[in-house]
């Protein structure tokens, strides 16, 4: 069974116990316990919902630190799409490339220039015989987990192809052993610039026994006043970009789907959208479709709580910055397209113990569903939260499975307080 190692972390000194967090978690991760939360890490999805709305920034994300390149004799960075929406007045994405040359590295790779060869293989991917329909895109980590976790008759659908930046962080290495000789593997560092803890959370895991080629990962908010110091004033800057609509797209909602060229497909973004589209795909009432992208961030990727400037404000000006672009700068020949190489796809999905599964033993199970019912139908059903639980029916899990006291509940405890009192009084 593979073990998540997560991005996504409480500080305790910070959270004073409200239950805000405990509400807007997806996956019902989070408790709240002897006055502070306390986060599932096998309910984790790394969506970073919860460091979004935690009024106390009580959730952090773990990231790298870029100090940590230091230790490569030749550092390349990996910028997500997104980055270039951060920055007022762009008129041009070589200015960001030029930028992270100046605070450091040696080599820039676009993760949009990867996300274009992937968007062109994908197209070979949904053409191919025996691909379970609609195929749902593996770009999102958070999505991945979520589908592993609560809808695991989905996994079939998930496309076995890595992200983009996966694809880029090969790539990168593989131009800089081609072109420095002199270096080894081992020389050569990649980091890649995240909107994202999900995505810091899969260059830790990989998939299942794959490991990621990305050697450190920091985010978007690290990097920005770096990059705005260096970015000001310089009109003479090398061309450098090598992405055009297509690359700079993955960026926002709807942007991997369109680059497949086919009107057969669904976008869908936030999460708990997302939940509801992945709810109806397994009770199969949708349309039929060939391809299904889902991201967990409002907006897509330009949402991602590891930003600095407003989703929507960000969207518009990678769609500006997409106006003056060619729709691709890396078209793939017939010959090329005529398969997938080996290096952009994976074999396994990571194995998860799905939520929604009580016991490992099917009478089990079925004697725990059934003390959960009884439970659950002595509770007030308010969904009040002041248990630590999120919902009535989630606290009654926690009863049956002995992680919680029916007296934890403060609202039927009033209730009975209540009813010992008319008592008293006639």
């Not at 009107?263 to 479709?289: C, K, M, R, T, W």
């Not at 002041?386 to 606290?395: E, I, L, M, Q």
């Amino acid at each position: 069974m593979h073990r998540y190692e997560h991005s996504v972390f409480l500080d305790e000194y910070k959270c004073n116990g409200c239950t805000t967090c405990l509400k807007h978690c997806p996956t019902e991760a989070i408790r709240v316990k002897n006055g502070h939360a306390a986060i599932d890490p096998d309910r984790c999805i790394d969506c970073g919902e919860c460091i979004r709305v935690c009024p106390q920034k009580a959730k952090k994300a773990v990231c790298g630190n870029l100090e940590n390149m230091e230790r490569f004799k030749w550092k390349i960075a990996l910028p997500a799409p997104t980055l270039y929406g951060q920055f007022d007045n762009l008129e041009d994405i070589d200015y960001v490339l030029d930028g992270l040359l100046k605070i450091g590295f040696d080599d820039v790779f676009e993760v949009s220039k990867a996300a274009e060869l992937v968007s062109a293989y994908t197209r070979v991917y949904l053409k191919t015989h025996g691909i379970k329909k609609p195929a749902i895109s593996s770009a999102c980590p958070v999505v991945v987990r979520l589908i592993g976790l609560r809808f695991p008759a989905l996994n079939e659908n998930i496309i076995h192809m890595l992200p983009p930046m996966e694809i880029a962080a090969k790539l990168a290495k593989k131009r800089a052993l081609l072109n420095h000789p002199e270096f080894s593997e081992d020389d050569i560092g990649v980091c890649f610039i995240s909107p994202c803890p999900a995505k810091i959370s899969y260059i830790k895991n990989g998939f299942a026994d794959y490991k990621s080629y990305v050697d450190e990962a920091v985010s978007i908010k690290d990097i920005y006043f770096m990059l705005i110091s260096k970015m000001r004033g310089d009109s003479n800057i090398k061309a450098l970009s090598e992405s055009g609509m297509i690359g700079l797209g993955w960026a926002r909602t709807g942007g991997e789907a369109s680059a497949i060229l086919n009107d057969s497909y669904l976008a869908a973004d936030g999460i708990d959208n997302v939940i509801h589209v992945l709810d109806q795909i397994e009770n199969g009432n949708i349309p039929p479709l060939e391809f299904i992208e889902l991201n967990a961030c409002t907006g897509g990727c330009v949402g991602g709580v590891l930003t600095m400037q407003n989703p929507f404000i960000a969207k518009a000006r990678i769609q500006t910055l997409r106006r003056y672009l060619p729709v691709s700068q890396n078209n793939l020949s017939k010959k090329e397209l005529e398969y997938i190489p080996e290096y952009y796809l994976f074999d396994d999905l990571p194995e998860y113990h799905p939520i929604s599964q009580l016991s490992d033993s099917m009478a089990e199970s079925m004697r725990m569903m059934a003390d959960i019912q009884k439970i659950r139908d002595i509770l007030p059903g308010i969904d009040c939260g002041s248990c630590g639980a999120p919902t009535c029916r989630a606290f009654a899990e926690d009863v049956a499975k002995s992680n919680a006291d029916l007296s934890d509940c403060l609202i039927k405890n009033a209730y009975a307080a209540r009813e010992r009192e008319e008592q008293n009084d006639g």
